[in-house]
């Protein structure tokens, strides 16, 4: 919420909202679109709460046009899609499947987990067709999101080091066989160089857009082999919200990747990759007419 509120070109005074409405709201505009920003409760998340938090915004604000689920998300890299951290994937539905998918740990009698999924609606197709004009943009232009991201350091000054990218030196991709050592420890400071898998050093820091299939459920994600077997499936990232939302409010999701969604997950990229995703989200709204 504080990334996309920094994103805003202008922000306005608070509006008094309905009484069924436990959200709280930033309001401002973001070009010619008037722009309303909520989140979910302080340590309550899934896709029940995204769900409810969306249905209480509609009693405040009931012309909506569009439906933005931005944030951050557990990477899935693959040898098709070499995800890094503060990269940004977006869903994207094909003629043939849907962009987000619910995903569900299932016990066999072993007492292992296998997983499940299902489709859920697409994105509203005037958001689908921004995609596809931003994409062909995106051929011959850079995106504006290193712009955006600067503007935001200037806008918000000093508290820029909550949002400011981390050395790259920090984004580790470990094997999948290579659990985290240490336990207390975040950093992976104990974790031998050994383990990591060998990656081509990019020739740009500016972080790489990636459209495709999301998976999207309550649990979190921090096992390499679950990852593993939905990278086989073609997907791109996790998060746990967006299932809450597709089939009653269709919008588009937008995730910044904080995290490999393994045991070494930590949370010293979640604020870069916040920000990037709001870029994305500010840079896609210059592109869908306003009115």
């Known amino acids: 919420m504080a990334a996309c509120t920094a994103m805003l070109d202008k922000e306005h005074q608070s509006l008094a909202t309905r009484p069924q409405d436990s959200n709280s709201y930033s309001l401002g505009n973001i070009g010619d679109h008037n722009v309303v920003i909520t989140c979910l409760p302080s340590g309550i998340y899934g896709t029940t709460s995204a769900a409810t938090v969306a249905m209480d915004m509609t009693h405040s604000f009931p012309s909506i046009r569009y439906r933005f689920m931005v944030g951050i998300g557990g990477g899935i890299p693959s040898k098709k899609n070499d995800i890094r951290l503060g990269d940004i994937v977006l869903c994207k539905p094909t003629d043939t499947i849907s962009g987000v998918f619910q995903y569900h740990m299932r016990k066999k009698l072993q007492g292992s987990r296998s997983l499940s999924t299902g489709a859920l609606n697409k994105p509203p197709h005037t958001l689908l067709t921004a995609i596809a004009i931003l994409q062909s943009q995106h051929l011959v232009n850079?995106?504006?999101?290193?712009?955006?991201?600067?503007?935001?350091?200037?806008?918000?000054?000093?508290?820029?080091?909550?949002?400011?990218?981390?050395?790259?030196?920090?984004?580790?991709?470990?094997?999948?066989?290579?659990?985290?050592?240490?336990?207390?420890?975040?950093?992976?400071?104990?974790?031998?160089?050994?383990?990591?898998?060998?990656?081509?050093?990019?020739?740009?820091?500016?972080?790489?857009?990636?459209?495709?299939?999301?998976?999207?459920?309550?649990?979190?994600?921090?096992?390499s082999c679950i990852r593993d077997r939905l990278s086989e499936q073609g997907f791109l990232a996790f998060e746990m919200e967006s299932a809450g939302l597709m089939d009653r409010f269709p919008c588009l999701v937008i995730r910044g990747i904080c995290d490999y969604s393994d045991s070494h997950k930590n949370k010293g990229w979640q604020g870069y990759a916040a920000a990037t995703a709001a870029a994305y989200a500010k840079e896609i709204l210059s592109v869908i007419p306003a009115g």
């Not at 504006?144 to 200037?154: G, V």
């Open 142 to 223: 850079e995106s504006k999101i290193s712009s955006y991201l600067s503007s935001m350091h200037t806008k918000i000054g000093g508290k820029w080091c909550n949002f400011k990218r981390p050395h790259p030196a920090t984004d580790r991709l470990f094997k999948s066989e290579f659990f985290h050592v240490e336990p207390n420890d975040d950093t992976c400071a104990k974790c031998a160089a050994a383990g990591e898998q060998t990656r081509p050093v990019r020739d740009t820091d500016q972080p790489q857009i990636y459209y495709g299939r999301i998976a999207s459920g309550n649990s979190l994600v921090r096992e």
